[in-house]
Structures are given as structure tokens and as C-alpha cells.
């Protein structure tokens, strides 16, 4: 589970970085609603809410935070990280599973299926108990 999963948390860690680096900063995140809501109506998937401050201040949060923890798993990627990388996607996937059911924008179900993709395949080695002695509990060799 060392190199080929390792692999995994750098992907996913490149990912999150691309996809929430524009909702970091509330520029950014204009530039990214205005680009999300003109792709929901050209695939007729719906748009996003109106930009208010707070939706801005929790995309901002939620940006932040997701970069600065890509950045851990880019320069620092340890076995660890894909644990609970895998596990936050799952949550992630559940709220958006939960807005999708409650009327958001279908622009969702993409985010979803990448969410689903990257936990089952950062938690798989865990869940199938192939725990080598660098897959420990522990931060750092």
C-alpha cells in the first residue's frame, strides 16, 4: 500500500487543489460562481444561489481550509492522510447527496462522483485490512 496509494492521496490532493483554490478568496469565488452558474444553465442543471456574503464567507472557509489540507498531502502525502482524506469524502459525498436530494444545482453529481471515486479508493486499502507497517496510525517515519 505504499507507492500506488501514495499515488492516490497526490491525486486527490491535485484535485482539491484545482477544484477549491478559486473558493478561497472571495474574487476567486465570484469568478467561479459566475463560471458554475453559466455551466448549469447552458447543461440545464440550475445555478447556483445568489452570491450573498455569507454563502461567499463559507465558500471562502471551505476553500481555505481544503487548500491548506491538499498542500499537506502534496508536500508531506503519508498513508495516514488517505485515511482520513477518504473519510472526509465520504462526508462530503453525503452532503452533497443531501443537496442534490433537496433541489441544488445537478452540477453536483459530478463533484459527487469524483468525491465517491477518491474515498473508495483511499479507504479500500484500509477497509481490507492490507496494513503494512508503513500504513500504521502514526504521522511520520
Do not use: K
Not at 463560471?35 to 450573498?52: F, T
Not at 492522510?81 to 452540477?107: E, I, K, M, P, S
Not at 462522483?113 to 507497517?133: C, D, H, S, T
Amino acid at each position: 500500500m505504499t507507492t500506488r496509494h501514495l499515488r492516490t492521496v497526490r491525486a486527490s490532493a491535485w484535485y482539491d487543489l484545482l477544484v477549491t483554490a478559486p473558493f478561497a478568496t472571495p474574487w476567486t469565488f465570484a469568478l467561479a460562481h459566475r463560471a458554475l452558474s453559466a455551466a448549469g444553465r447552458a447543461l440545464h442543471a440550475g445555478e447556483l444561489p445568489p452570491p450573498e456574503p455569507m454563502l461567499t464567507l463559507f465558500a471562502n472557509l471551505m476553500g481555505s481550509l481544503v487548500v491548506v489540507w491538499a498542500l499537506l498531502r502534496l508536500l508531506r502525502p503519508l498513508p495516514v492522510h488517505g485515511l482520513y482524506d477518504g473519510a472526509a469524502r465520504v462526508l462530503f459525498a453525503c452532503w452533497q447527496a443531501w443537496a442534490l436530494a433537496h433541489g441544488a444545482t445537478g452540477l453536483l453529481w459530478g463533484f459527487l462522483a469524483v468525491e465517491a471515486a477518491f474515498g473508495a479508493a483511499q479507504l479500500w486499502p484500509w477497509a481490507a485490512g492490507r496494513r503494512g507497517a508503513d500504513c500504521q496510525w502514526r504521522a511520520a517515519e
